[in-house]
């Protein structure tokens, strides 16, 4: 343990190499995708990774609420990122906080490039994501949750989006931060893949990074949301097999 002030810093890197939960630096934390839990919402996912819990419902294409945001030409993709109070060690303020508002445009932004707005015009997809438990990477396993609950909804995209955060700690490049390597890391850099077209659709930074760092964190994050997607459509084809459906095949 280093110290900085009154505050403890714990080793973020043994001298093995392992990370604080013993995972190598390419590891992802245990993640766990279940479609289809909500019943009123039109598609639903839960996510389970590491110590996240984030829940996606979706919506439509409905009707535009507020009206006046009506696009006559395409949909308008409304993500609404929330973190519930009792998902963070020190009890967040209920309510829309600047960090929310930010996360939720950048999701918004990133479905809307790839579902097919133009396909409904006049017409709203609401996106709603509830952090019920969080551990660094929220907004990653939103993106993550809300891909499959738009699958759910059976609303056209071009593809999945997985995503994942890579970040620096104790001057290596790390796969999948959890919230001491957030906060105690040298960067943090979440972003979202297209698999079909290995386009980007997020990336933030914060922090710094060399340029090579940068390259290796890419690498290193497009393979982690390689996985994902994997357990993305595995969720999916569970959901959608037939044995998972009690009255296939069954004649009335
Ligand atoms: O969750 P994500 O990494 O996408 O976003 P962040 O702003 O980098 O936050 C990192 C982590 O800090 C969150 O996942 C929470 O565990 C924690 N956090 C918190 O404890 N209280 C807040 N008001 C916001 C974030």
Redesign the pocket.
Known sequence: MGSVGAKEIPQLLDSNGKRIDGRGLEDLRPLKIEAGVLRRADGSALVEWGE?KVMAAVYGPREVHPRHLQQTTKAVVQCRYN?ASF????R??PGL?R?SQE?SKVISEAFESVLFVEEYPRTSIDIYIE?LQ?????????VVAASVALADAGIPMVDLIPAV?VGKVAGKIALD?K?EE??YGEA?L?MALVPRSGRLVLLQM?GHMTREELAQALDLGVRGCLQIYQVQKEALRTRYSLESVPSAGVEA
């Open positions: 996240n973190m998902s963070v060690d020190e967040k303020r906080d960090r996360i952090v969080a551990n660094a990477g929220t907004r990653c396993a939103g955060a931060l919230k957030d906060n943090d979440p914060e």
